[in-house]
């Protein structure tokens, strides 16, 4: 799926990791350019509405300042596996650029991972 996808506003599209061909293996990951620097609280992540197909189960949230260097996790977890939008809530405010978000394993033992969207949270100023 695209990448366009996750970030589009829409829950109703969504990115997928490939399927078709032989589906790729965990760990799967998306990088998020957000164009500037934003103080970031938390993430948002919906899972896609239309299938329970890569509902993602544990996770890990990487913030970098410049796309490169990405260091330990800022936020690692599992969702619940009946909830479809979740917020993973930082310890503290980082400041950053980029997100990397890591699916690590998917709620049904299946290989896949697919995101409907995933937004940043922004502190308040």
């Not at 996750?6 to 078709?20: K, Q």
């Not at 189960?57 to 796309?67: A, F, P, Q, R, V």
């Not at 800022?74 to 619940?80: D, I, M, N, P, T």
Request: charged share 25%; no cysteine; net charge negative.
């Amino acid at each position: 799926g695209n990448l366009e996808h996750a970030v589009d506003g829409d829950t109703e599209t969504f990115w997928h990791s490939r399927w078709s061909g032989g589906a790729a293996q965990p760990p799967h990951f998306l990088v998020i350019d957000y164009g500037q620097p934003l103080n970031f609280e938390g993430i948002r992540y919906v899972a896609r509405a239309d299938n329970e197909n890569g509902h993602v189960k544990d996770y890990e949230i990487h913030l970098s300042g410049d796309g490169q260097e990405w260091g330990k996790p800022a936020a690692k977890g599992s969702f619940r596996g009946d909830a479809s939008d979740e917020v993973v809530q930082l310890r503290k405010t980082i400041r950053a650029r980029y997100v990397k978000f890591v699916a690590l394993s998917e709620q049904n033992g299946q290989p896949f991972a697919s995101v409907a969207e995933l937004e940043a949270i922004e502190a308040v100023k």
